[in-house]
């Protein structure tokens, strides 16, 4: 079997796995849309995120940043690890993503609190009389206050979860922040890398040319040949020189991008690139077939949308409790003191009660209507998740055949890059000796240009399918955990 055909069986099989992951989860999804119960619902999606303790405990990456930066350990560029935390520190994004955690938070302790007795205390001091004839009156007293609405029909409980849900949903959004700039800045750094890889090739070109053009002065002032080569020659050499300077410039215009991400200064991020090394930082080599399909369960936005089903399905079990009897408790206990001229008195008052209750008669449908938005919300919510399960299917597949495709043409791509600049250094040596003319030479060098630039561009490319990969699995996967996770089902 050759190695085209070893590579499609490889990524055949990876297709496989990940759609039979999807099938799983929307053949799940299929059946809670239908007759089911919201507490099931919430229940079974809650089983179908439940994820390993090594890779998934409860959020992806186990909210490791060193899970995180492990991915970008396997590149051969330690700069890039490092880029990548400073933008993270920096980026508003993550800031807002952390902003939201804590709303979410104070909302799940605001939801939690009122499944509990509400107790205030108070005190009062007080003295004087109300007419001439009665002693100055003094008192003091102080006091517990409780109220407690009785869950009786769960609409508190489905609160707190609901609000336990969508918590759990913004620390995954967290994560997804962190793998989007960290995706971003990876971008931008082979963006980079790649330019000064060009840069370096067409700084070689344009000295080339402007050697050629100088021979060619020589030769047409000494008669050997016509002034129109000489012409062609500086033409080419200023070609040269302008691809060169643009060149160069988009570079910078790379360079100010990564200030932006990194919020690095200047010159410092310039010392850190050092000199233009011309190489691309590429990962270690994997086939895809050792991608997992239980590895789109780490992807935070599939968390998300995960916990947001279970917080519409929460959210009707809370407004379907509106619209049965509420039960409402309050009570008091404390401590008091009078004194009236020369006596007093002293001692401890209480009271329980009342025991009220709040019966619904008539709402003009407004708690139906709640109701029915709710179930309207909880299958859009599971519509959504449906949709991003798609999505992450999608996304991984097409960065496993970005994967495939430029290592399946990487070795042409070499063969032909140093064909071509074989045959353009024996045009020139033909050429210099007088044996080829500056247009056959200019030909040649136009083809080695190309071939350069393309070997240039697919090794972007392969560095930018690797980010997509690393994107779409939700920041990396722990091949091994993930494999011990699925020997280990049923």
Known sequence: MSAAEVGSHRQARSRQRLHAGAAISLALLTSLSGCAAPSDTASALARQAALPAQWHAPLPHSGS????????QRFDDPLLVRLITAA?????????????????????????????????????????????????????AA??????????????????????????????????????????????????????AVSAHLEIDAASRAETARLTALTVERGLQAPANAALARASAALGQVSLLQQRAACESQIKGLVALTAIPEPELRAALGPSSGKIAQAEVFTPDQVPAQALAQRPDLASAAH???????????????????????????????????????????????LQLTLPVFDAGRRRANVQATQARHEAAVSNYRAALRTAVREVEQALVALHSTSSRAQDAQIAADGFRESFRAVQARQRSGMASLFELEDARRSDVQAQTALIELQRERALAWTSLYRALGGGWDGSALERTASTQP
Do not use: N
């Open 65 to 72: 940043v060193t899970e995180l930066s492990t991915w970008w």
């Open 143 to 196: 006091s517990l206050q409780l109220a407690w609405e009785i869950d009786l029909f769960g609409g508190q409980r489905a609160a707190a979860s609901a609000a336990l849900a969508r918590l759990e949903g913004a620390q995954a959004l967290w994560h997804d922040a962190r793998v989007t700039v960290a995706a971003e800045v990876a971008d931008a750094y082979t963006a980079l890398r790649a330019c000064e």
């Open 308 to 354: 947001e089903v279970m917080a519409a399905s929460a959210d009707i079990g809370e407004s379907e409790a509106q619209r049965y009897p509420r039960i409402a408790l309050a009570g008091s206990i404390g401590a008091a003191r009078v004194h009236a001229g020369q006596g007093g008195s002293d001692g401890t008052v209480w009271s329980l009660g009342p």
């Open 88 to 140: 993270q520190e920096a980026s508003p994004t993550m800031a807002d993503a952390k902003s939201r955690i804590e709303q979410a938070a104070a909302r799940r302790t605001g939801t939690g609190a009122e499944l509990l007795p509400q107790v205030s205390a108070s005190a009062h001091i007080s003295r004087g009389r109300q007419d001439l004839s009665q002693p100055v009156m003094a008192g003091e």
